[in-house]
């Protein structure tokens, strides 16, 4: 198993598509310094308080954060949908394990290597972007690594979710499938959001229902929290309308919903492993 993520590992390196994606979260880096420097500079030219510009660089930065999970969304579909199905449809899979190697060894070492990359990248360019605007405008989220890891989790439950698909189905029809999944849990959690301001517990149930069965939206809600100030939280974070808004979070994620992304990880693996075994090569 060991053996086929480093191989995964070198594999995904040797890829185009990876040093695209990291020259993009570069370039895309120096952008957000530029853009946060021009806003800081127009805030102070016209009057606007420290604690305002504050206020104002963090919800950039969760912006930009929001920007960048989709792009993590999409890595990991593009990473994870040919893991398994391209082998098969190549012939690959067949060479391979026709040797003394089982078939759920191959498929979590592939995992494995591959949720190392979206890990690595998700970790190391959620911190550039903190480095970066925190750089330029001072200011330092309260927990820088808490967002990251929560960035991180939502990339690998993504690339787990294509991963299963990658056994079943042609590597586009599963990439496709887990990007559209995703963008509709989001939806979920943002009318999750919106029945909690209106008070409205039919859309609260839809959120939690989609919670379950795709807990991204919940990290999601980590990273907000990680990366708002301690005032803003104080401040406002028991109003009703406020925690409508999907870019605020009052509190991190309940300890059971993390729990159960951690599970629904496991779970998926499992899954895709029967999936595996039952298919002809």
């Keep these: ?130 480095a970066a605007v925190a750089l330029v405008s001072g200011y330092t989220p309260p927990n820088i690594l808490s967002p990251v890891a929560y960035l991180a989790g939502q990339a690998i439950i993504l690339l787990t979710f294509t991963i299963v698909f990658s056994t079943r189905l042609p590597a586009i029809a599963g990439g496709a499938i887990a990007v559209v999944a995703y963008g509709i849990a989001w939806l979920a959690g943002v009318l ?14 839809v959120s939690d229902l989609a919670r379950i069965l795709l807990p991204t939206d919940t990290l999601w809600q980590g990273v907000v929290y990680g990366l708002e100030p301690s005032v803003v939280i104080a401040t406002i974070g028991q109003a009703q309308l406020a925690q409508g808004n999907p870019f605020f979070a009052a509190e991190p994620p309940p300890t059971a919903f993390v729990l159960w992304a951690v599970a629904w990880i496991v779970l998926a693996l499992g899954l895709a492993t029967v999936l595996l075994r039952r298919r002809e090569l």
């Design 192 to 205: 999750g959001h919106i029945g909690i301001a209106l008070g409205t517990n039919g859309l609260v149930g």
């Design 1 to 130: 198993m060991i053996t086929i993520a480093l191989l995964t590992i070198g594999e995904t390196i040797r890829k185009k598509i990876l040093w695209v994606l990291i020259a993009l979260a570069v370039v895309a880096v120096i952008l957000t310094a530029w853009g946060v420097t021009l806003v800081m500079s127009a805030a102070r030219q016209a009057g606007t308080s420290d604690l305002q510009i504050k206020l104002g660089v963090s919800q950039v930065l969760i912006f930009i954060a929001f920007q960048f999970d989709f792009v993590l969304a999409m890595t990991a579909a593009f990473l994870g949908s040919p893991a398994i199905a391209a082998d098969l449809e190549s012939g690959v899979a067949q060479a391979v394990l026709a040797r003394p190697l089982r078939r759920s060894s191959y498929l979590v070492g592939r995992w494995l290597g591959l949720a190392t990359v979206v890990a690595l990248y998700a970790a190391l360019s959620g911190l550039l972007a903190i």
